[in-house]
């Protein structure tokens, strides 16, 4: 069964960005924008209610739920960084306490810089080949920044002062910054990289503060009942009255490398399993079998007679997937509505109908398929060109479209 596709240049969103109405406050790869959650919200006449992102991010969803006068929202994600970024961003927090606890932040760390031996009292952080992505010198200033921030007790300001914390890592490590994936600097762009890492911190501190004084705070005046949790999804029956996501549109590994984006500042945050992320997510555990049933069977098949294990991780993404939106339907009330805001990858030459896979499955579980909508994807953030076939040299345009797929839940 073919499910009903609109082309809608409404949700096209030419020339806007995330930052057009909700700047992010840490950078995220992959991140919906929230004006396609409002237009579609408001569509739907979705005004109150329980609002539910199963793969929730850095909490677009969320923004989206403000903008549209939801005030109860629930978010899951198994991304340390990503909850991080999600809890700073819908919780309030006094302005004047921030300002204040930096000064005093400010006034300790460099009283402590003051003398030269007082880093060699504190203990050098577990990071994986540390020496290979940072210098000798950062890795001091860094593990000062963090025990200063560690030595914050209010916990809301504590994750806040950790969001420029992760973005200097990021920056005055020997990344190449423009790439999702980790990947050092050419050795030759190392002789002149020396950041000013507190110098940074403080710039990035600014940065965060302003975003978010401007544009999150003034939506929180009534603080909003938003939670994340550091979890995959579990059901909650007939809880939920709308479900707003973008869920990710393949395996970690062969996709967005959320973890691997991650690594890094997931280390020096403490997460000692930072590493093992990108397999936890969907289709990080290959099965026996190809899938052989409903929609995507026959392009599973035609990707196996090129390339078998190809096919075993795309079926993996599949039936975790599947797995999810059994475990999201049970858990939204009759009535309620599902939008899964969606891109069909190309994996050796065959483009996956990832959108007819989710309408197949919510239909499967009791919900009427209503609409999708095709819109123009000119605004993610995403690797523009990729290699389906891995060989070298040899690549194709990834996506160019996206599919907003909008069910309703019958019985």
């Known amino acids: 069964m073919k499910y009903k596709i609109v082309r809608n240049t409404k949700y096209d969103f030419t020339g806007q960005s995330y930052a057009t109405l909700y700047p992010n406050l840490h950078k995220y790869p992959a991140t919906m924008l929230p004006q396609i959650g409002i237009e579609i919200l408001k569509e739907l ?9 199963p793969y929730c991010g850095s909490g677009s969803s969320f923004a989206s739920g403000l903008e549209c006068g939801l005030t109860e929202m629930y978010g899951f994600d198994i991304n ?25 932040f400010r006034n300790n760390l460099y009283e402590f810089l003051k003398n030269e031996n007082n880093i060699h009292k504190l203990a050098r952080p577990q990071i994986t080949n540390i020496d290979f992505w940072f210098s000798k010198k950062i890795i001091e200033n860094l593990t ?3 025990y200063f921030i560690d030595q914050i007790e209010n916990e809301q300001i504590h994750r806040f002062f950790l969001i420029p914390f992760s973005e200097t890592v990021r920056e005055c490590s020997y990344t190449r910054n423009n790439e999702f994936k980790l990947f050092r600097m050419k050795e030759q762009d190392l002789l002149n990289f020396n950041p000013d890492v507190i110098g940074v911190y403080f710039k990035k501190f600014e940065d965060v503060l302003f975003l978010y004084s401007n544009f999150y705070y003034p939506k929180l005046e009534h603080e909003p009942k938003v939670e994340v949790q550091y979890s995959k999804f579990q059901p909650q029956d007939d809880f939920f009255d709308i479900v707003l996501t973008s869920p990710p549109y393949g395996d970690s590994r062969t996709t967005v490398a959320y973890g691997q984006f991650s690594t ?8 000692n399993y930072a590493r093992k992320i990108d397999g936890m997510l969907m289709g990080g555990v290959k099965p026996k079998e190809n899938i052989t049933n409903g929609i995507i069977a026959d392009y599973i098949s035609t990707i196996s007679k090129t390339d078998n294990k190809r096919a075993l ?8 997937l599947d797995s999810s939106i059994s475990k999201v339907s049970r858990s939204v009330r009759k009535g309620g509505k599902s939008i899964y805001i969606v891109g069909n990858r190309t994996v050796k030459n065959v483009q996956l109908p990832t959108d007819q896979f989710i309408a197949e499955k919510f239909t499967e579980n009791g919900f009427l398929h209503l609409i999708t909508y095709e819109r123009a994807l000119s605004n993610k953030s995403m690797p523009c060109r990729n290699s389906p076939t891995n060989k070298a040299g040899k690549t194709v345009a990834t996506m160019l479209w996206e599919y907003i797929v909008v069910c309703e839940k019958m019985k």
């Open 45 to 53: 006449n979705v005004k109150s209610g329980r609002l539910l992102d």
């Open 80 to 104: 340390p960084l990503a909850i991080l970024i999600s809890n700073v961003k819908f919780t309030k927090i006094s302005i004047n306490k921030l300002v204040e606890t930096k000064k005093q």
């Open 144 to 146: 000062i920044i963090k």
């Open 264 to 271: 890094l500042s997931n280390e020096w945050l403490g997460i």
């Open 313 to 320: 991780e795309v079926s993996a993404f599949y039936n975790d």
